[in-house]
């Protein structure tokens, strides 16, 4: 049986040394390798100039490159966001958005193909789970949108908040996490990363003993535990107090606040009695600070008859039951850049594509 070849690319040091040095090759050239991927980007062996031809081969016949490719590319005329539609190795898509602040440089990128939590605004639930992401995957969208860039305007900040929930994909987001602070590799430390769950809390508290210095972000959407049941399905497992109470050990635990998201929605959660019962939840998980709502008009979904409410005027609510509120600056309305949406597109053209393919071969 041919031996299954390895994933170099979420490798991290010392497991690559461990796999160069079982070559029977000296330790430095593990060294020459994560320098070549993780710094100079090449991601092709025969194009690593360091290694001789013999050892090229070698690599090639021991690991591949798991780099996903840009298959559409769209800009904003609006401003300055990009919004990456890349095509992984075994043919799914997924999406990046390359955003820029006054702060730096943002991309926002998905940890899995398609998500298994089925909130009922979002453009990626109706089209199911395909698979997790590996950490290759993760790291490469960074990469291609880097490759896009001169050196000074590279990715400065990331946000997990793409297409798909990065809890369940605990294992390969941590190994993730760890090759991007890498010093040897990208070393974008993280404080500049956000991470968004829709609630897990079991992983919740498993992440609050790992102690990084990231920001969580809880996507809440809803302070009722009815309407939440309805809007995001995660609710029925892990309910409110339950999982407030999570964020509260988390935050002692680590000492970060944890931010919460909430889509505003018309006639669904944008009331007085709404904003009331969201400040009677968070308070005391926080007794000693205001927390920290971002507010974000829904997204447009065909088919989910859901719209945007008046975020500003939320606000407003928000700040007199002592809540800290921003209205997320909306980006790229232009190209679609909220998650989901281009991936989307893609399959229902391909799949359109497909039907009409299907029928002309019979």
Do not use: W
Not at 63 to 81: G, H, R, V, W
Not at 118 to 142: D, H, V, W, Y
Not at 247 to 273: H, L, M, W
């Amino acid at each position: 049986m041919a031996q299954q070849k390895t994933d170099i690319l979420s490798l991290l040091p010392e497991q690559l040394e461990a796999e160069i040095t079982a070559m029977g090759a000296p330790k430095f050239r593990a060294k020459q390798i994560f320098r070549q991927l993780h710094v100079k980007r090449v991601f092709d062996f025969t194009k690593m100039t360091e290694l001789s031809k013999q050892f090229q081969a070698q690599l090639n016949d021991r690991f591949y490159i798991n780099m996903p490719k840009i298959e559409q590319k769209l800009a904003s005329c609006m401003d300055d966001t990009v919004k990456y539609l890349y095509r992984l190795s075994d043919g799914s898509c997924i999406e990046t958005v390359r955003m820029v602040y006054h702060h730096g440089i943002t991309a926002c990128i998905s940890t899995q193909v398609g998500c298994k939590m089925g909130c009922k605004f979002c453009a990626s639930a109706p089209l199911g789970f395909i698979r997790n992401l590996t950490p290759a995957e993760m790291l490469g969208q960074i990469y291609g949108a880097d490759a896009d860039f001169p050196e000074a305007q590279q990715i400065s900040s990331v946000v997990l908040m793409g297409i798909g929930e990065p809890l369940d994909n605990y294992e390969n987001v941590m190994q993730f996490l760890r090759l991007l602070s890498c010093k040897d590799g990208r070393n974008l430390s993280l404080r500049h990363v956000t991470l968004s769950t829709c609630g897990l809390v079991p992983r919740i508290l498993q992440l609050a003993e790992e102690n990084l210095p990231l920001t969580l972000s809880v996507s809440l959407h809803c302070a009722d535990n009815e309407k939440r049941d309805v809007l995001m399905p995660v609710n029925r497992r892990y309910p409110l107090d339950t999982l407030l109470d999570a964020c509260g050990t988390y935050f002692q635990k680590t000492g970060r606040r944890v931010s919460f998201e909430y889509a505003v929605i018309a006639g669904e959660n944008d009331s007085p009695a709404a904003a009331a019962l969201l400040g009677r939840r968070l308070r005391p998980v926080f007794p000693k600070q205001r927390p920290h709502v971002n507010l974000i008009p829904v997204n447009p979904v065909a088919g989910t008859g859901f719209h945007a409410g008046h975020a500003a005027a939320f606000q407003k609510l928000l700040e007199q039951e002592g809540i800290n509120a921003t209205v997320r600056r909306t980006l790229g309305d232009d190209i679609k850049a909220a998650c989901g949406q281009l991936r989307r597109d893609t399959i229902e053209k391909e799949s359109v594509v497909s039907g009409i393919e299907g029928i002309s071969g019979q």
